[in-house]
C-alpha cells in the first residue's frame, strides 16, 4: 500500500505569495494517479487537479500540479483569500490513498 | 447537473451497524463508480473502497473489508454503504464521491456527507 506523506503539515502564506505544496509517495506512482482536493471547514472535499497536472473543470489557472515518480505538488501561483484551506493529494494503484493535508493559512 | 444527496446524520450504539445512502442524479448511473471516504473529526480524510454501478463489483480497503459492505440499486440510481460493529474510532463524516475507476479514480463530485456518531 502506498503512503503519502504532505508537507508542510501548515504553511502560513500571505494573500499575493506563491504557496508550493508538497506530496510524497512511499513508492513510485503514475503521474496519471496523482490527485488534489481542496477542502474548506464545513464543506465536502472539491476536486482540483487530477491526472498529474489536469485542472478540473472551474478550477482558476492559478492552481498546477506537477511532478513523477515519487514526488508530487500543487502550486498555488497567487493566493487569492478563498484558497486558505486544507488540501490533500491522492493516489490509486487498484487501492486509494490520500496524503495526511497541508494546512493554508493566512499569515 | 451531477447531484449526490446522502441520508441524515446517525447516532448509534457501539457494536450497531449503520446503513449510509447516496442518491445520484444527474449523470449516467452506470458510467461512474461511487467511492466512499470517512472523515474522524479533525481528521484527514480516508477511503473506505468504491463500487461500480456498472457490473457491481467492488474493491474495500483492507482495514474495513470485514466490516464494509456496498450496494446499490439501479432503479433508484441509490448507492448504500453498510458498517457493522461500530466503535468509537467510526465517528466520523461519511462521505459518498462520483468516481472514474478507470483512470485515476478522482472524485470530482461528492455528497454533502453524513455524520455518525458511535456513542454509548
Known amino acids: 500500500e502506498i503512503v503519502l506523506t504532505q508537507s508542510p503539515g501548515t504553511l502560513s502564506v500571505s494573500p499575493g505569495e506563491r504557496a508550493t505544496l508538497s506530496c510524497r509517495a512511499s513508492q513510485s506512482v503514475s503521474p496519471t494517479y496523482s490527485v488534489w482536493y481542496q477542502q474548506k471547514a464545513g464543506q465536502s472535499p472539491r476536486l482540483l487537479i487530477y491526472?498529474?497536472?489536469i485542472r478540473a473543470p472551474g478550477i482558476p489557472d492559478r492552481f498546477s500540479g506537477s511532478g513523477s515518480g515519487t514526488d508530487f505538488s500543487l502550486t498555488i501561483s497567487r493566493l487569492e483569500p478563498e484558497d486558505f484551506a486544507v488540501y490533500y493529494c491522492?493516489?490509486?494503484?487498484?487501492?486509494?490513498?490520500f496524503g495526511g493535508g497541508t494546512k493554508v493559512e493566512i499569515k | 447537473q451531477v447531484q449526490l444527496v446522502q441520508s441524515g446524520a446517525e447516532v448509534k450504539k457501539p457494536g450497531a451497524s449503520v446503513k449510509v445512502s447516496c442518491k445520484t442524479s444527474g449523470y449516467t448511473f452506470s458510467s461512474y463508480g461511487i467511492a466512499w471516504v470517512r472523515q474522524a473529526p479533525g481528521q484527514g480524510l480516508e477511503w473506505m473502497g468504491w463500487i461500480s454501478p456498472y457490473n457491481g463489483n467492488t474493491n474495500y480497503a483492507q482495514k474495513l473489508q470485514d466490516r464494509v459492505t456496498m450496494t446499490i440499486d439501479t432503479p433508484t440510481t441509490t448507492v448504500y454503504m453498510e458498517l457493522k460493529s461500530l466503535g468509537s474510532d467510526d465517528t466520523a463524516v461519511y462521505y459518498c464521491?462520483?468516481?472514474?475507476?478507470?483512470?485515476?479514480?478522482?472524485?470530482?463530485?461528492w455528497g454533502q456527507g453524513t455524520l455518525v456518531t458511535v456513542s454509548s
Open positions: 491526472g498529474g497536472s
Open positions: 464521491a462520483r468516481v472514474l475507476i478507470s483512470v485515476g479514480c478522482e472524485a470530482d463530485y
Open positions: 491522492q493516489q490509486y494503484d487498484g487501492s486509494l490513498t
